[in-house]
């Protein structure tokens, strides 16, 4: 209950611009959470979803790995699809390439979604608290040169220290955003990171499947050239 108190009391005294301040943490923190358990769930299905294809690519069994993307909902089944109804059909590289390219742009910005938001709230809560303080400093300063004389020193000392408060909330607002954004822009990194790493093994699987090395020549076989010398 006297948590609850210190609380009112604190956003009381504060000034408005608490309340946007709060505002914005709540919506900040309320995108980092769902961040999170976004880019977690897609990492757990990727990796999951790779090493089940891995045994069907080696194998050249495209039906198989078609079967597997479809079924999926993580995002390397988005990328891979592409490739994998692509390379059944043409099994050129470059068509390939260009399919899994084309899923990249799809995918990429569902990944980076709304992490940005974090960084400019994180800037816009500073702005506000700053604002707040020095909205705050000036009613302290007009309200100190109609007081009493006697009364000014404390006066002052305790507008001052309750228009602190403004930057102390806008400081805190904008450090706590900033982690998280740093936080969620490495694991947004390292998630794109590991599509295109799959991308590439799967384009190389392809490519090593088109490749059929020439049959070196059996022993005892004499080659054309040698046979029409020996004629001669």
């Known amino acids: 209950m006297h948590f609850m108190n210190s609380v009112v009391n604190f956003f009381r005294d504060g000034g408005v611009f608490l309340y ?7 919506v900040g923190v309320a995108i980092a ?19 089940a294809l891995v045994p069907a690519l080696s194998a050249g069994n495209f039906k198989q790995a ?20 692509r390379a059944a059909s043409a099994r050129r590289r470059d068509d390939v390439e260009k399919a899994m390219d084309e899923s990249l742009l799809e995918v990429i910005p569902r ?7 974090l960084s400019s709230l994180a800037n816009v809560g500073l702005l506000i608290g700053l604002l707040g303080t020095i909205t705050g400093l000036i009613e302290a300063f007009s309200a100190v040169a109609t007081a009493n004389p ?9 507008s001052i220290s309750v228009a602190m408060n403004n930057t102390a909330s806008g400081l805190a ?39 059929d090395p020439a049959p070196a020549p059996q022993a005892g076989v004499p080659r054309p050239g040698a046979a029409v010398r020996g004629a001669t």
């Open 150 to 158: 006697a009364d000014k020193a404390s006066l002052l000392a305790a």
């Open 173 to 211: 607002v904008a450090i706590t955003l900033l982690l998280s954004h740093m936080f969620l822009e490495a694991k947004t990194t390292s998630l794109i990171d590991s599509l295109e790493i799959a991308s590439v093994k799967f384009l190389n699987s392809i490519t090593e499947r088109q490749v």
């Open 33 to 51: 959470i769902e961040r999170f358990v976004y880019l977690t769930r897609e990492t757990v299905r990727n990796r999951g979803l790779w090493e």
């Open 111 to 117: 990944i980076e979604k709304r992490t940005h938001f």
């Open 66 to 85: 078609l079967a597997l993307t479809q079924d999926s909902k993580a995002s390397i089944a988005t990328i891979l699809n592409y490739g994998v109804a």
């Open 20 to 26: 946007p301040l709060a505002l914005i943490f709540v």
